[in-house]
């Protein structure tokens, strides 16, 4: 410390005395170096406080619900989540957990992980959506009780989930997280299960003692439809009478939280045993009015719940781990926050949430008439090629009718998402007007292909299917995967599984049409004699479709190149008359899974939050999580075989159906497809290709089941329709010859 002004200060040794007009000079120039330091001092405590308010102003506060979604929300009837949806930032939320329904507790807990988590359920049903919710955790002497139970059902789903991890990582950083309410003392709570600020308020009390961490998670209380829960469970009250009241204090907490915070409104569970899309809302400095976006949905307007853990850490600047499945919130501004545009805000959200809903309750009955339809075109064709169906004169109107109903047949998928086009899901039966967008698109694409001149040529309607469907799938997937949002054949927002890219559905119906077209385009240059050009339009095609599969950006697709790649590999050694060696294999696979690799490598080098599910793949691998996601996607494999039984029976139907036409030359099949081969010189070797694909992309694809089986309702309407093609040239002919004989 300095001397007091005036004691007597010893000479330094070495040094002459100073005179006492420079010692007085001295003095006053060290009182000033004081005075600037406290000055300094005072403002630097200044600024620090300022830097705390500026901390503090920067809070986030998540007030969560359950049950609600922007179908219950009106200027009237909810005016707080109305005033959220004018004046901040909004989106469907996704809410899918372990489970097909989301219990309250499960969405506490997959906000405390940032990934899907559940509490286990006890009852006799089968169906785990069919038992009770679990009741709120049970806070005693500073920890949750049921938190090993929790923790073991975690270890059990092999999700990778570590719960506590929000309040874990605001700790590493020295911050706090504030827990109001029964359920938010899971989502509040450490990895070991403690709670260090959690109070259960009464209604009276919630709004208050808000302003005491930077992350503050408010349970407000959660909607139980009467109507819709499992037995055994109590509800309070009518579904309105819940949403009003969670409505009212909703608009409390907003009144009651600190000034300047960020505020996330979200519902983060379903009402019942029913799932579907709910919501979510900001407001706050960085959420005005407009649409929210996540990159892990990479769609406007659509997010899913561990975006919302993302969200929290990243306003308080702190790390989101990869273990977060989901990504930062960010606001897609609007011109202003006028009531028309909320109206219109509001209808898109609805239209997320109608569409998703509608056809999630279509998609397996769409399925098992998709299923039973083919399996009886099976049969027809059997009963046409056995000549036991249609006289010698009738004959060339049966095989037209044939093969119109094979090109129809063959219209089915591609429409499917062309019916997105059509806002069907507004109408009052959405069924009917789906089944009617559907079919307008089939009756349209039907009429294209078999309309001369296109319909007089033998592989005309199949290039012309196949062609519409690759390009109808790549321009999608290009522009943003919307036509496969909410599709029947497409992607499930309610089940959360993808948002975007290419799923297994779309790469089966991708795949399926990109060889038949390559087999198409070279039958035609083989036919002409130019090989090298038929082996070119082969690759062109099939690099085109693995391109797109696999870029990140576009179809993100991990298990599609694998099975591709050898299809149109062997695809355009077949054209060039060479033999598929076991080098040339071996150089093919040790090619794919380079691909593979480098694919997963780059994507996993891009942020954290940027990454697909191919750079998580890579860092789950780090983690010593590899093995836990591999099983985890078998167990679902099987479990969706199981499901949908009626659409797996097309797996072995289709699979023995293409082994029969390609059997030897003692098969009547063989002899049929003959005259097939004849006009199509690469139809042979495509089908095998097709058949390689199929099986590769059973067996590396996670829910591999429905490639095979997706795919035959494309490839096998569209072989019988150039098999009828050929059969109705020939009985053209031959009636024309016995017209002939019979003018003589």
């Known amino acids: 410390m300095s001397a007091p002004a005036g004691a007597d200060r010893p000479a330094v040794e070495g040094l002459p005395d100073r005179p006492p007009i420079l010692s007085g000079v001295i003095r006053r120039a060290l009182a000033v170096a004081l005075a600037l330091a406290a000055a300094a001092a005072g403002l630097l405590a200044t600024t620090s406080a300022a830097q705390t308010r500026d901390e503090h102003s920067g809070a986030v506060v998540v007030v969560a619900t359950g049950g609600i979604s922007w179908s219950d929300v009106s200027k009237d009837a909810t005016p707080n989540l109305w005033l959220l949806l004018r004046d901040g930032s909004s989106a469907a939320l996704s809410v899918r957990s372990v489970y097909s329904n989301t219990c309250p507790i499960d969405g506490w807990l997959g906000l405390s992980a940032g990934a899907r988590a559940a509490a286990p359920r006890s009852g006799d049903a089968p169906d ?3 038992r009770p919710c679990p009741r709120a955790p049970s806070v005693v002497a500073g920890h949750i009780a049921e938190w090993p139970q929790y923790e073991q059902a975690a270890e059990e789903t092999r999700y990778d989930t570590s719960l506590g991890l929000l309040a874990g990582q605001l700790a590493t950083q020295g911050l706090c997280v504030r827990s109001v309410g029964a359920f938010a003392a899971a989502g509040g709570a450490m990895p070991d299960g403690s709670v260090e600020r959690w109070s259960d308020l009464t209604t009276d009390e919630l709004v208050t003692d808000l302003n005491t961490c ?46 300047g915070a960020d505020f996330l409104v979200a519902s983060i569970a379903d009402a019942g045993r029913s799932e579907r899309l709910r919501l979510v809302a900001a407001r706050g400095p960085h959420f005005g009015p407009g649409t929210l976006v996540s990159g892990s949905t990479r769609q406007d307007g659509l997010a899913q719940s561990p975006d919302l853990t993302a969200t929290v850490l990243s306003r308080v600047g702190v790390e989101v781990p990869p273990s977060v499945a989901g990504a930062p919130l960010v606001s897609d501004p609007a011109p202003d926050n006028s009531e028309a545009r909320a109206e219109a805000r509001l209808r898109a959200l609805r239209d997320y949430d109608d569409a998703s809903h509608a056809v999630h309750g279509l998609v397996t009955p769409f399925f098992q008439v998709l299923a039973y339809g083919q399996l009886a075109i099976y049969l027809l064709v059997l009963l046409v090629w056995k000549g036991r169906i249609g006289s010698d004169s009738s ?10 109903l094979a090109v129809a047949a063959a219209a089915v998928p591609v429409s499917t998402f062309l019916a997105n086009i059509l806002p069907w899901w507004r109408f009052p039966i959405p069924m009917v007007s789906l089944v009617g967008s559907v079919g307008l698109f089939v009756a349209v694409l039907a009429l294209v292909a078999l309309r001369p001149p296109i319909g007089r040529i033998t592989l005309g309607p199949l290039v012309t299917v196949s062609a519409v469907t690759v390009a109808v799938l790549a321009t999608d997937v290009m522009t943003g995967s919307r036509l496969q949002l909410s599709s029947l054949m497409g992607l499930q927002p309610v089940v959360g599984g ?49 391109f797109v599969d696999a870029a990140p950006f576009w179809g993100a697709d991990g298990g599609g190149p694998p099975a591709l790649v050898p299809g149109v590999a062997y695809l355009a050694f077949a054209v060039l008359g060479l033999p598929m060696t076991w080098r040339r294999w071996a150089a093919v696979a040790g090619g794919v899974a380079g691909l593979a690799v480098v694919v997963a ?20 691998v780090l983690d010593g999580q590899g093995v836990d996601v591999v099983v985890r996607k078998a167990e679902q494999n099987w479990d969706l075989f199981l499901l949908n039984f009626p659409l797996t029976l097309l797996i072995p139907a289709g699979l023995l159906f293409v082994t029969v036409l390609l059997a030897g030359p003692t098969s009547w099949g063989s002899r049929v497809m003959q005259r097939s081969y004849d006009r199509a010189p690469t139809l042979k070797s495509g089908l095998i290709a097709l058949l390689i694909t199929m099986t590769i992309g059973f067996l590396v694809n996670d829910s591999g089941v429905a490639v095979p089986a997706v795919g035959a309702t494309l490839a096998v309407p569209l072989i019988v329709s150039l098999s009828a093609g050929a059969l109705l040239e020939e009985a053209r002919a031959n009636a024309g010859t016995r017209a002939a004989r019979r003018w003589r």
Do not use: C, K
């Open 498 to 546: 993808r948002f975007y890219g290419m799923g297994n559905p779309t790469f089966a119906l991708f795949a399926t049409a990109t060889l038949l077209l390559a087999t198409g385009i070279s039958s035609w240059f083989v036919a002409a004699g130019r090989r090298r050009a038929a082996a070119v339009s082969v690759v062109a095609i099939g690099g085109f479709a693995v």
């Open 214 to 259: 930077p992350v503050t998670v408010v349970d407000v209380g959660s909607v139980r439809s009467p109507e819709d829960v499992a037995d055994g469970e109590r509800t309070e009250g009518t579904r309105r009478a819940q949403i009003t009241e969670i409505d009212t204090r909703i608009g409390q907490v907003l009144d009651a939280g600190p000034n």
């Open 395 to 404: 004959r060339v109107l049966v095989l037209s009718r044939v093969r119109m």
């Open 601 to 620: 490598v780059l994507d996993w080098l891009r942020a954290p939050e940027s990454r697909t599910h191919l750079g998580r793949f890579v860092q789950s």
């Open 128 to 130: 785990p959506a069919d």
